[in-house]
T-cell receptor, first 114, second 109 residues
Framework: GAVVSQHPSRVICKSGTSVKIECRSL??????MFWYRQFPKQSLMLMAT?????????EQGVEKDKFLINHASLTLSTLTVTSAHPEDSSFYIC??????????FGPGTRLTVT | KQEVTQIPAALSVPEGENLVLNCSFT??????LQWFRQDPGKGLTSLLL?????REQTSGRLNASLDKSSGRSTLYIAASQPGDSATYLC????????FGTGTRLQVFP
């Protein structure tokens, strides 16, 4: 149990376009979902925390108007990178947590902006 | 501000060696500490989770210890194998996970 999926696994887009990444908890209801970003050979950096039905809480330095997070249901959160630029190219990983349990991580999405 | 550091940053060893990976954190007010494995281009695999009240956890050839008062955790890998080659990340839970800098491990035959 406790499987988290992400879609797509890889995406290439042109500079200036927007990209949506989905994160789903497949066999449990996630009260909280987290979005992380990982640059090459670096560790994971938390971008934002979202609770179902509430606005996301963004970490310092993360532009909330650029990285739109929606957590409309207990099994789905989406991250939209708006007006993407090459510097947004990164590995984006989500995780999901149900009340009182640990976080379960998705397989990640590789975003390349050309 | 919680900071998590891992030493060494990289390690290359012949198979069969016993290994110790280190993780240190600056604020001892944590709920738990978790060790993960990450293969290149992949997501995270949880290895061990130690609650703040625990001293150690074991799973197969892996043993993780936690000394909360000194802000340290170690991951011990016994009889390393080439399949253990990956990046190992520790993360402390303060209601959100703060990840360490990682240790890239290579075990060669």
């Amino acid at each position: 149990g406790a499987v988290v999926s992400q879609h797509p696994s890889r995406v290439i887009c042109k500079s200036g376009t927007s990209v949506k990444i989905e994160c789903r908890s497949l066999d449990f209801q996630a009260t909280t979902m987290f979005w992380y970003r990982q640059f090459p050979k670096q560790s994971l950096m938390l971008m934002a925390t979202s609770n179902e039905g509430s606005k996301a809480t963004y970490e310092q330095g993360v532009e909330k108007d650029k990285f739109l997070i929606n957590h409309a249901s207990l099994t789905l959160s989406t991250l939209t990178v708006t007006s993407a630029h090459p510097e947004d190219s990164s590995f984006y990983i989500c995780s999901a947590r149900r009340q009182g349990y640990e976080q379960y991580f998705g397989p990640g999405t590789r975003l390349t902006v050309t | 501000k919680q900071e998590v550091t891992q030493i060494p940053a990289a390690l290359s060893v012949p198979e069969g060696e016993n290994l110790v990976l280190n993780c240190s954190f600056t604020d001892s007010a944590i709920y738990n500490l978790q060790w993960f494995r990450q293969d290149p281009g992949k997501g995270l695999t949880s290895l061990l989770l130690i609650q703040s009240s625990q001293r150690e956890q074991t799973s197969g050839r892996l043993n993780a210890s936690l000394d909360k008062s000194s802000g340290r955790s170690t991951l011990y890998i016994a009889a390393s194998q080439p399949g253990d080659s990956a990046t190992y990340l520790c993360a402390v839970n303060t209601d959100k996970l703060i990840f360490g800098t990682g240790t890239r491990l290579q075990v060669f035959p």
